[in-house]
DNA sequence: CTTCAGATGCTCT
DNA sequence: GAGCATCTGAAGA
């Protein structure tokens, strides 16, 4: 399977975000690869997009890794105590970016190490409520990979994390209006949530 | 199955 | 000081 290099994240955020559905998500801690088929993505545009964290450009030290080349890795703390996984997108200084929202294990040693991660037990100890919730919020899928904001800024050409293509060309891609950014105005209706 | 309150800390004003 | 790109467990239907 051929890595995703910086081309594929250079390009238009909402072309991007659908593609991205159905690729492998690899994330790689101590020599171990837990890989997830992503099912979930959301589109954040800086330039017109009020739910976007740089919204208007606005720089911050947050948010100066949307800022970062595209195929970047943008992690954030949410509530105080849940991260959220972004990937950079766009030519280099165009703040935008892919929030990954969910995901599945592509066997069943990759649900056991998420499991692992985010429950401490192996995937057959999981309760029928765990089994069904398991890595479908972007919180859950952070605890799942152990990423923290320890890994923002890290390029996905690294060895740490990157993304695959399957050769999985979904024919069904839903899209729906984006999740928790009631305080957007006008941007809480843009359709650019996107899932299997 | 559903709703609901509470947790918790960093970021920006 | 306010608010947040969320999740959990408890309680009710």
Redesign the pocket.
Do not use: S
């Given at each position: 399977m051929e890595r995703l290099q910086p081309e594929f994240y250079a390009r238009d955020t909402l072309t991007v975000t659908r593609e991205l559905l159905g690729k492998h998500l690899v994330r790689v801690t101590d020599g171990v690869a837990t890989t997830l088929r992503i099912t979930e993505t959301?589109a954040?545009i800086g330039r017109m997009d009020k739910?976007?964290?740089?919204y208007g450009y606005?720089r911050?030290?947050?948010?100066?890794t949307?800022f970062a080349p595209p195929g970047t890795a943008?992690i954030?703390?949410?509530?105080?105590?849940?991260h959220?996984l972004?990937f950079v997108t766009e030519a280099e200084g165009e703040p935008a970016?892919?929030?990954l929202?969910a995901g599945e294990p592509v066997s069943p040693a990759d649900a056991d190490r998420a499991a692992l991660a985010?429950?401490g037990c192996l995937s057959q100890d999981m309760t029928a409520?765990?089994r069904?919730?398991f890595l479908?919020?972007?919180?859950?899928?952070?605890?799942a990979l152990s990423l923290t904001?320890a890994q923002n800024g890290l390029s996905l050409q690294g060895e740490e994390l990157y993304v695959l293509d399957a050769g999985e060309h979904p024919k069904e891609i839903h899209a729906s209006k984006?999740?928790?950014?009631?305080?957007?105005e006008e941007a809480v209706d843009f359709p650019w949530r996107f899932y299997l």
């Open positions: 959301e954040y739910a976007c964290h740089a606005k911050t030290k947050r948010t100066e949307l943008y954030y703390l949410i509530y105080g105590m849940y959220c972004n970016a892919v929030l929202r985010r429950f409520y765990q069904k919730n479908n919020g972007p919180g859950k899928l952070c605890k904001t984006r999740i928790g950014i009631d305080y957007a």
